[in-house]
Structures are given as C-alpha cells and as structure tokens.
C-alpha cells in the first residue's frame, strides 16, 4: 500500500487482465511444481493460524532450512508479512468476494485466498501469475473442486483495486473516520481508538497506522565493550542508528548470517528497546552499590544491554524470568556478562530489597511492536487488557518494594495503550506514599536539548511515525 493509503492494482493495468482467459489453462489437471517462495509463505500463514505460530521466528528458520535464493527468500518474506499484516482486510474482501462468511470456508483454503488476495492487491503481481500459482496450491493438496472454488473467488477479487475495495466494503470516512482509517490501514478498530486515546486527538491517527503498515528495517544492536556501532555498522553494511549509540539500521539481509551477531558481540533489538534500557542506567540514583535488577527479562534483549553497560560499570545485574525454558535461552545471551538469571515471578521474587536501578519491562498487550509482529493486531481482543493491568501493577508495586531509598524504578511497555502505561503508573503513585515520578524525557533523548522533542514529559511515549522506533512507553519513579 502506498503512503496515502491508495492500492497497486492501477499499477498493473486494468483489474483481472488476463485472469478470464486464462481459467481454463489455470484448472488443467496436470502436475505442477509449487513456487518455493509461495510455499514457504503459506505454510507459514497456514502455521500461524493452526498453531499460533509466531511468523517473525518461524519464518527466518523456514528460508534457512530450505535455502531459498535471494530473490526468493525477499519475495517470501513481503508475502508472508505482508499476508498476516493485512489478514482482517484480506478476510472482508475475501468474504464479499465468496458469498460466503470467512468461518464457512475451510481453514487451508482460506490461507491460500489470502495469500492470492494480498498479490493481487498490494503486489505488482500480475493477476494470472497470483491466481495460477494460487490455484497450484490448492490443486496439490486438495484437487480440483476446491481448486476451482478458489480460481472463482480470486477471478472476483482480481476485478478491482484495492482502493476501489476499501470503497465498498470499509465504513465511510464521512460517517466513520476512524473505523476508515483502520480497515485503510489494516487495524482493528478497538487499536485505532487506542491509538486516538494516546495520541490526545485524531490529527496524527493515520501517520501512526500508516507507519505500522509500513515493513520495518532490521535495527540491531551493538553490545557495549564487545563491538561499537560503528564497527558494526562497517562489517554489517548497515548505517549508525540516529537514537540510540548501540544501533546500526540494517535495510535488508538476514541478520542471523552476520558473524558479529553469531558470536554474541550484537543482536537483534528495536531501537525503541535500546533507549529504555539507556534510560534505566542514565537516571540518577546517587551513590550506585552495582545492585541492578530486571524484573521481567524474557526474552533477553534488554537484559544483555544491561549487563554489557553493568559490566563497564561493574555492576550486577539479577535478571528474573518466570518461565524456566526462557531463563535458559536468557543464560546463553547473557554469557560471560555478569549476570545471573533466577527463575521466579516477579510479583514473588524471593529477593533482598536495597536494588539501586530496577527495570520493569512489563509483559503488555504489545500494540507498540505491531509492524514487527504481523500477525499480532488480529489476535490481540479488547479484553486481554484488564488483567495484564492487573499484572503490570503488581509488579510495579513490587519493585518499588525492592528498590533502595533514592533508586529509580523504570516502568516501561511495549504499548501505548493508556491503560498499561499511564494508567498503570498512575494508579500506583496513588497507593503508594514516598514515590516521586521523575521526568523520563532526558533519559531517554540522552540530554535535556533533545528531550524538548519527547512531548510535554513525565513519561514518555516513542511512536513509530514519530522516531521510527516501536511504541515504547518509559516512566521513571523514584523512591523518596
């Protein structure tokens, strides 16, 4: 989709060409080999459906396993991506184009309707290759009645343009300027209104949903004493991070192949990720006794940050996971640093109070990282968020036990929903009494000059079409 929201399809000349001539040729019974980037997109979809399958981790493992060229694996990865971001529009569409609501029609058909869909929509695709090959997958697995259904309902799709579907059946942007803009931009709507709540007004709603339609560039980072930005920015042929003086933007390429990040000296992090655990180490605490503390360290990017910087500094840093599996996986980021990983809840740590820095990453509803989790917008419900408030609170509250008189606390989500962010800090300044909300704007920016451009402060609330980071909230509490 281009920036203004508008479809490809003009960009392929008229809708459905070639699509009619072409169905007979397209139902032959004779075998053919599947597209591997095709293949490898659907059985990613088709694992995210069955499965909850996560497709940024399953995807990367699929284009190793099955040495995918360049070309292709670029292609599989716009498509899977691009197919899970866009599943409720492509399920709207996709319904009026059948006749039929999206729960009558069976689940492996409907992954290849909306595969076919998204090529025809928001691909330079041309329509006979995006139906042909979509027909193929089905033929494979399933034969020629369901394969003919699938040909009839993607002939219907073909015969228009994206813009010219999003003028049928999203609501009118006369009567429904919200619930426009999301269908337009691939959103639930219940996440457009949040974004409105956190965003003080609708002036700036379709930049923030235009932004999280819009694949994201890789952003990496480069761990403090082991490599800099700049060496890594010249090994990966990537470019120094504007933010954050760990991060290197890495436009295309699979991370996973840099030796830098095989060997532990960088990894994979949101820019967004880098400042909040800057922002931790950065705030004031007085005289620091190197007791560091992550409250919530899966999966263990931020715990790394931390433990790089505390080893410079020589520090410690405890790092608690509640689950065993990811503790595991947390000990093998962190090695060598000093770090230990304790396997508890954070609400019930078991630890001794007297933490001079503790960073509380709280698990959220993750609307902030939606351009980098496709697939999340659609599975995420209005009713997951009371009790991951109630969770969120209470390890705030606990945190707050465990730090030191004049320690800092760092309250931070991966989401902009006033709920989980303000909402939450809010609530505990009112229970307890001796906390103090420190202005978050310089710990993050780094100096005060630049924190002008953080908003009005406390808190402060990153956004991808403003800084280009996921949509990371940071509040810094103080004990008195």
Known sequence: ??????????????????????????LKTRDKPTDPARTVALDVLRAVRRDDAYANLLLPRLLRERSLDRRDKARATELTYGTART????????????????????????????????????????????????????????????????????????????????????????????????????????IAEVFVKSLGSIGELQAALAADDERPIVHLVARPGQITAEELALVSGGEEGRLSPYCVYLPEGDPGSLDAVRDGFAGVQDEGSQLVALALVRSDVGEDGGRWLDLCAGPGGKAALLGSLADLDGAHLDAVEVSEHRARLIENIVDGLPVTVRVADGRDSGLEPGYDRILVDAPCSGLGSLRRR?????????????????????????????????????????????????????????????????????????????????????????????????AMFVAALRKA
């Open 1 to 26: 989709m281009t920036q203004d929201g508008r479809g490809r399809g003009p960009q392929r000349g008229s809708p459905g060409r070639g699509v009619a001539a072409s169905s007979s040729r397209d």
């Open 87 to 190: 599943t409720g529009v492509r399920d709207t569409i996709i319904a009026y184009a059948a006749g039929r609501s999206i729960s009558e029609i069976d689940g492996d058909l409907l992954d290849v309707l909306r595969l076919g869909s998204y090529q025809l929509l928001r691909t330079r695709i041309g329509s006979h290759a995006a139906v042909s090959t979509s027909v193929d997958l089905v033929r494979a697995s399933h034969g020629m009645g369901q394969a003919g259904f699938v040909n009839a309902v993607l002939r219907k799709v073909s015969q228009r343009d994206e813009q010219l579907w999003i003028d049928t059946v999203a609501p009118s942007m006369a009567d429904d300027m919200v619930g426009h803009l999301a269908f337009t931009y691939a959103h639930p709507r219940w």
């Open 374 to 470: 496709p697939e999340a917008r659609w599975r995420r419900q209005p009713e997951d968020v009371p009790q991951l408030v109630e969770l969120q609170t209470q390890l705030l509250t606990e945190a707050l036990r465990l730090v030191r008189p004049g320690g800092v606390v760092l309250y931070s989500t991966c989401s902009p929903h006033p709920a989980e962010t303000t909402g939450v800090v809010d609530a505990v300044l009112d229970t307890l009494d001796g906390v103090e909300q420190v202005d978050a704007r310089p710990l993050v920016a780094g100096d005060m000059a630049e924190a002008e451009s953080l908003g009005a402060g406390p808190h402060v609330q990153l956004w991808p079409h403003r800084q280009d980071t996921d």
